[in-house]
């Protein structure tokens, strides 16, 4: 066969892959191959980057083989070598090249180098190239307040911001999960910030977005190679927000870094609304990777931390505005108030700063109220569960769960049943039919005259009241 066949029928192949994989993953991994030759039932391939070799040896070695045996049977393997100026100039035509046996070339993935010069994450063109996010300065260790929540969490960022080369790494990845606003991402630039400040070991702080965008756009300006080179020389890499990390590709690149960063020994630190089961669209093994390391969860911030927070803000706000004086029990009204999340406390102190340059006035709790008010929402109702409810209500008053759903109807047994129901129909949006059903399947009469009975005893007995109160924090928790 000619080469103007062999080009032909590589056209075809790549039809054939393309159909096959996608356009996506297509463009990602196989838009830069090339056919360098044909030779005794060889095809030789060249991509530009050892990562793309490793990616697609690894990945898909079999599929691009089955493509060409699909075009022509007398072919039986596929060689893939890395095509660089170098290489075509110099040293190609007595190289022997590199065979993809479908193997792949594990540890070496980050650590080869083609033009010996290391390229530093500290480089602004680099880190740009990279897509690192910009950072806030004001989101330091310093600033970041403390409490039952997030004690955990916190313990774990500063011992990975701490931690030196030689060290061993302790739990990879670091996975951090909480609702919005609940400093997440504060934690996470705090870790940067202070890791960077150390020196010990590059940090790296993305964005899931950024992630993508530096990924795969650098493979597709010929950047890889630099890409991967900045990420060898990262030390720590942390991704914000990955529950915005899209598409099958992206993932696998994902997939792929991730365990390349961990199998180096690299720290990786991850932030996400969710926990790793609840990240529906990533595959399985990607999944029990990030379960693989500590997974911390942040709970809602307390009002004792809001109050905190506050105060910790309000200074920080009197460095640049010294006559900004907030009294206590402005911030206590605001802390107990404004409960959403992290991003409201800061809204909220931000219009009584606003209020208070502009007009002069001193911020007072009238004033305070008629700021924030807008910002006061009801308390988001957690999804309580009726298990829940049961299994709190039996403990609380050491009777089992069952008894709670038999027909006994022995004064112990009676109460506790009746101030589960009641907790159920204030704390669930559960009907009392539903709520009957759910309890031994009992008429909603019953139910009804149980939520009555309760609400009727609480007015007079403390006691009760107390302990309904302890139970409803336990589960609202
Ligand atoms: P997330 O990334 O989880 O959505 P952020 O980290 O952006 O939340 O936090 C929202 C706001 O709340 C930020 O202004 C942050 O500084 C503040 N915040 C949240 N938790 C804390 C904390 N424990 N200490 C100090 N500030 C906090
Ligand atoms: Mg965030």
Known sequence: MSNADHQDGWTRVRGRLRAEVGDDVYSSWFARMDLEAIEDGAVRLSVPTRFLKSWIQSHYAERVLACWQAEDTKVGRIELIVRSAVLRTTVAPTRKPEVAAGGNDGGNRFNSNNNGRPISVGDPGVHEALGGSPLDARLSFDSFVVGRS????????????AARRTDPVMFNPLYIHAGVGLGKTHLLQAITWAGNAAGERKVLYLTAEKFMYGFVSSLRTQTALAFKEALRGIGVLVIDDLQFLQGKSTQAEFCHTLNALIDAGRQVVIASDRPPSDLESL?????????????????????????????????????????????????????????????????????????????????????????????????????????????????????????????????????PRQVAMYLAKTLTLRSLPEIGRRFGGRDHTTVLHAVRKIEGLVGNDMALAEEIEILKRQLQE
């Open 150 to 161: 997030n004690t955990l969490a916190h313990a774990a960022a500063k011992q990975v911001a």
């Open 283 to 415: 595959d399985d093994r990607v999944r029990s990777r990030l379960a693989g390391g500590l997974v911390v969860e942040m709970g809602s911030l307390g009002e004792e931390l809001r109050f905190e927070i506050l105060k910790v803000r309000v200074m920080a706000a009197r460095a640049y505005h010294p006559t900004f004086d907030v009294p206590l029990p402005v911030l206590a009204y605001i802390a107990k108030t404004v409960t959403h999340n992290g991003r409201d406390l800061e809204g909220a102190l931000n219009r009584l700063l606003a209020h208070n340059k502009l007009t002069g006035h001193a911020v007072t709790l009238e004033m305070a109220e008629r700021e924030v008010r807008d910002l006061i929402r009801p308390q988001e109702p957690k999804r309580v569960k009726i298990e829940d409810i049961q299994r709190v209500v039996a403990r609380q008053y050491n009777v089992s769960r069952s008894d709670l759903l038999s027909s006994r109807r022995t004064a112990n047994v009676v109460r």
